[in-house]
């Protein structure tokens, strides 16, 4: 038996002595308390009737430099990170989107450089965009952009170029990062030689 059938066994049991309670006992308090059991045991049977999803933390993107030979293999990568480890489209919307926490994002790669893209992205709170989607003064969008270079995200750099690569390209702008900018990570490990040689 499955831990969930175990506790809406145990559910049931309790909503029983409860009405239990409630038939067979005159006692006041005591109806009261049969009555505070039902109502505890529902709503645990309910509790319990709800399908659990478990809650992990987004796939790990790990590419390999060596595979990315033209730009738009990067917007690929690129792509990959804004909706999984990157987590942007969990604020901004590709289209026009009433709920969206933040700007939209459709056609950024045509109205804004690269340069200010890695400006946006490096240090978010340079620039305060206001929503204008609404009667009357613009006002804040309500979440804060956080710096996606630093944790809890923590974008390596050649992951940030991926992201304005596929920003440029969702616009239908020509990709202006090359994968020349690719740095090659560096081995952890020939690193500790190196350390331990002196």
Request: overall charge positive; glycine content about 8%; charged content about 15%.
């Amino acid at each position: 038996m499955s831990e969930v059938a175990l506790l809406q066994v145990i559910g049931l049991c309790v909503v029983g002595i409860g009405v239990a309670i409630l038939l067979f006992i005159k006692a006041r308090f005591l109806r009261v308390v049969g009555f505070v059991v039902i109502v505890l045991g529902i709503f645990a049977l309910i509790a319990l009737g709800v399908p659990q999803m478990a809650s992990l933390p987004p796939a790990e993107e790990v590419f390999d430099v060596a595979s990315i030979k033209t730009p738009a293999d990067m917007a690929a990568i690129g792509q990959k990170i804004f909706f999984s480890k990157g987590q942007c489209a969990l604020c901004h919307s590709i289209g026009p989107s009433e709920a969206a926490r933040c700007p939209d994002l459709k056609g950024i790669g045509a109205k804004l450089t690269r340069e200010f893209l890695y400006e946006s992205l490096t240090q978010p709170q340079a620039y305060i965009y206001k929503d204008f989607r609404h009667e009357g003064p613009p006002k804040d969008y309500p979440a804060r952009m956080p710096y996606i270079n630093k944790n809890p995200i923590g974008l390596s750099n050649n992951e940030i170029l991926s992201v304005i690569a596929f920003l440029q390209q969702m616009s239908g702008e020509s990709i202006t990062v090359s994968p020349s900018e690719i740095v090659q990570p560096v081995k952890t490990a020939a690193v500790m030689q190196v350390a331990h040689a002196r």
